[in-house]
């Protein structure tokens, strides 16, 4: 993996840009009409946003007592105390040829910091950045959009394919994701209304090993049944992995996955269910050994108590990514490649990021089986509320190749209470407790309840 390493120096210097874009652009903001529009005639509109985030977070007995691990330094820096800012002004347009032909475009740069101690995991320290993240372009007419460039791509709920960038290392900030494009692709959508799919290229960013995959992907949507989909990856290319999954290389990995997402019963219209099963296959590439042989599948559904107060909402989760015992060659641990944290899905609380504890700093949607149940409860129209439950066990016992007796992971609960005191404002606070199973203890020697509190606070001008 590439590491930049970054001096005092340039931490305070690339701090100080951050602020001065972050005023620049709220000053900037300010002078623009709601719709935030700069120019617009009968056939061309230039957009400008900016997305200004502040999260500050804490966890105590960190490791189950163990103390913070820096990632690339080795050094246990005890518990941890952090906070994470970025600031993201996006510039877009569209220009209409006629009532079928449309082009646009994006550009947008992401100025980032994590400061104190440094995120739970060990995966940022104090330092900050600042880097483009959108640049652009494409076409789309009635049927066909094609675009190209430093840009987002989804397949499904983002449980395989979400963010191209692991915000690690020099980039900071990363509880708060300020970065989701990959760095260059090419995709090719169409819409055929109910099918609809994409033909793509993507490249990840360094952190993700400068991954690079061709796939399609297609879906049917029925107003009645939900969204069925199916999709075909091909890593045509990619470093040696040494960040958050054990150390290969996903070149010439290739994947299958099959889905459902908002699927209904007609008859029971307060139940959605969801459900995904991936496949990884193929010979290892590129200075890997022996054959891809992962697998992931979920299977969850929620109910909506639509006649009581607050409309609360219970969901039930069970989910398995392979592991890999280590007798062979072969890489049989399930690679979670782009997944992120989803707000469209579920509340964004447990996808996929599956514990604020367990899942941002522990476990990584590999080598784990998990359950979990949320109850989500609406008791005003700018506020929601949460509590969620996980209990982790390990797939094959080991942790990242530490052999253990146990496969007993973890038992953890997480609250959460959203506001939304404007339209365009966020806000988050969000606590919990994670308590270690055998595993656990074996592998950090410790037996201590690994706590987390945390605030978060969003804007877009």
Not at 167 to 178: N, V, Y
Not at 297 to 324: C, M, Q
């Amino acid at each position: 993996m590439y590491i930049k390493m970054v001096t005092s120096k340039s931490i305070v210097t690339r701090t100080y840009v951050v602020i001065v874009l972050g005023l620049l652009s709220t000053i900037f903001s300010k002078t623009l009409h709601a719709d935030q529009t700069l120019f617009a005639n009968d056939s061309l509109a230039i957009k400008f946003s900016t997305k200004v985030a502040f999260a500050a977070l804490t966890t105590s007995d960190t490791n189950f007592g163990n103390g913070r691990v820096d990632f690339f330094s080795g050094v246990n820096t005890g518990d941890a105390t952090w906070q994470e800012a970025y600031i993201k002004p996006s510039l877009s347009f569209e220009w209409e040829q006629n009532k079928n032909s449309t082009i646009y475009g994006a550009l947008s740069v992401v100025g980032a910091g994590t400061f104190g101690d440094g995120d739970a995991g060990g995966f940022t320290g104090s330092e900050s950045d600042v880097d483009l993240e959108y640049i652009n372009a494409g076409w789309r007419g009635e049927v066909f959009d094609i675009s190209f460039g430093a840009q987002d791509y989804i397949i499904g709920d983002g449980f395989l394919v979400m963010d191209g960038n692991f915000d690690a290392a020099q980039d900071g900030a990363f509880w708060a994701l300020p970065r989701t494009a990959f760095r260059n692709s090419a995709i090719a959508r169409f819409n055929t209304s109910p099918v609809h799919g994409e033909i793509f290229y993507l490249k990840a960013d360094n952190i993700q090993n400068d991954t690079e995959l061709v796939g399609i992907n297609l879906e049917h949507t029925n107003q009645s049944y939900g969204t069925f989909g199916v999709s075909y990856l091909n890593m045509i290319d990619a470093d040696r992995l040494t960040s958050h999954i054990p150390a290969t290389s996903r070149h010439g990995m290739q994947v299958v996955s099959v889905r459902a997402n908002s699927a209904k019963i007609p008859s029971w219209s307060n139940f959605i269910w969801h459900a995904e099963y991936v496949t990884q296959f193929g010979g290892a590439k590129g200075g890997g050994t022996g054959d891809f042989e992962g697998e992931a599948w979920y299977v969850e559904g929620n109910y909506s108590f639509s006649n009581i107060a607050w409309t609360p909402k219970l969901t039930y989760r069970f989910a398995h990514f392979s592991g890999d015992d280590g007798t062979d060659s072969d890489q049989d641990s399930f690679d979670p490649l782009f997944y992120s944290y989803n707000p469209a899905r579920n509340g964004g609380w447990g996808s996929w990021f599956q514990g604020e504890i367990v899942g941002n700093y522990l476990l990584f949607n590999s080598n784990q089986e998990n359950h979990m149940v949320k109850l989500d409860v609406y008791p005003a129209p700018k506020w929601s509320a949460g509590l969620l439950y996980f209990s982790f066990a390990l797939d094959e016992k080991n942790y990242f190749g530490i052999p253990v007796t146990e496969d007993d992971f973890a038992d953890e609960i997480n609250f959460y209470v959203d506001w939304r005191p404007i339209e365009n404002m966020y806000t988050a606070v969000a606590g919990g407790i994670a308590f270690p199973g055998d595993a656990a203890k074996q592998i950090f020697g410790n037996n201590e309840n690994y706590t987390f509190f945390e605030f978060y606070m969003v804007y877009t001008f």
